[in-house]
């Protein structure tokens, strides 16, 4: 599975983005699909993750009430719905994919990584 994350840009604080994950050479729809970020200085973080069948959904506790995760699987794409975003915020966003049971909250229970996508959120 290639995975490749775009939309992500430059938001004053308190603005919406919605990075996307298009994958490409096997559907996705057997996976679990989460979303990382690592901000300048720090340690790659969970942020969110929703099962194959997109019913259940988990989120880190700080963006928890201000980000939505969803899927398309039809299209073949996940998407990371950024409301209300802070300067701590930050950070380059990852998509992953992950064929484990349950929520894959650690990078090493994902099996394949997109590239990653900047967003920044002005103060």
């Known amino acids: 599975v290639q995975l490749q994350a775009s939309g992500g840009g430059l938001v004053q604080a308190g603005g919406s983005l919605r990075p996307s994950c298009a994958a490409s050479?096997?559907?996705?729809?057997?996976?679990?699909m989460g979303w990382f970020r690592q901000a300048p200085g720090k340690e790659r973080e969970f942020v969110s993750v929703?099962?194959?069948?997109?019913?259940?959904?988990y989120y880190e506790d700080s963006v928890k009430g201000r980000f939505t995760i969803s899927r398309d699987n039809a299209e073949n794409t996940v998407y990371l719905h950024m409301n209300s975003l802070k300067p701590e915020d930050t950070a380059v966003y990852y998509c992953?994919?992950?064929?484990?049971?349950?929520?894959?909250?650690?990078?090493?229970?994902?099996?394949?990584w997109g590239q990653g996508t900047q967003v920044t959120v002005s103060s």
């Open positions: 929703i099962s194959w069948h997109g019913g259940s959904t």
């Open positions: 050479g096997r559907a996705i729809v057997s996976y679990a």
């Open positions: 992953a994919a992950s064929m484990r049971p349950g929520w894959a909250t650690r990078e090493y229970e994902y099996d394949y």
